[in-house]
């Protein structure tokens, strides 16, 4: 069931480009696991501001857990900034590089990131 659940919502991101004048979300989710019993999990929204028909600017958040077999979970945090330019493929679909630059801040059982 959580796999389903999973991916489900990684659709979602995946093909959310949700358009409001000028603003649109996107985003990504991602899931690991391997066989030793590593488990990743990450969700990444972003909202972006359409400047003009080739630039917009933007604000990512994240989150991060990281659950190895052995040893402490770790939680990360993060936001980035984005420049991004915007090639139209077709009316409702573009070519989206982007620029950002991030910071992150975790936590892994009694140890912080300063």
């Given amino acids: 069931m959580k ?8 659709a979602v991101f ?7 004048q000028n ?7 991602g899931f ?3 066989k030793d019993g590593d488990t990743n999990f990450t969700i990444a929204p972003s909202l972006h501001y359409i400047l003009n028909d080739n630039w917009a600017i933007g604000l990512g958040l994240g ?3 990281n659950k190895p077999d052995s040893g402490d979970k770790t939680n990360e945090f993060g936001f980035a900034p ?4 915007r090639v139209a493929i ?18 892994r059982g009694d140890a912080k990131s300063t």
């Fill in 32 to 34: 690991n696991t391997v």
């Fill in 3 to 10: 796999k389903v659940l999973m991916l489900a919502v990684a």
């Fill in 63 to 65: 989150f991060t857990q």
């Fill in 14 to 20: 995946a093909v959310t480009a949700v358009s409001a």
């Fill in 82 to 85: 984005q420049l991004v330019y």
């Fill in 23 to 29: 603003w649109y979300v996107s985003g990504t989710v």
């Fill in 90 to 107: 077709a009316d409702w679909f573009y070519y989206t590089p982007s620029l950002q630059v991030g910071a992150s801040f975790w936590k």
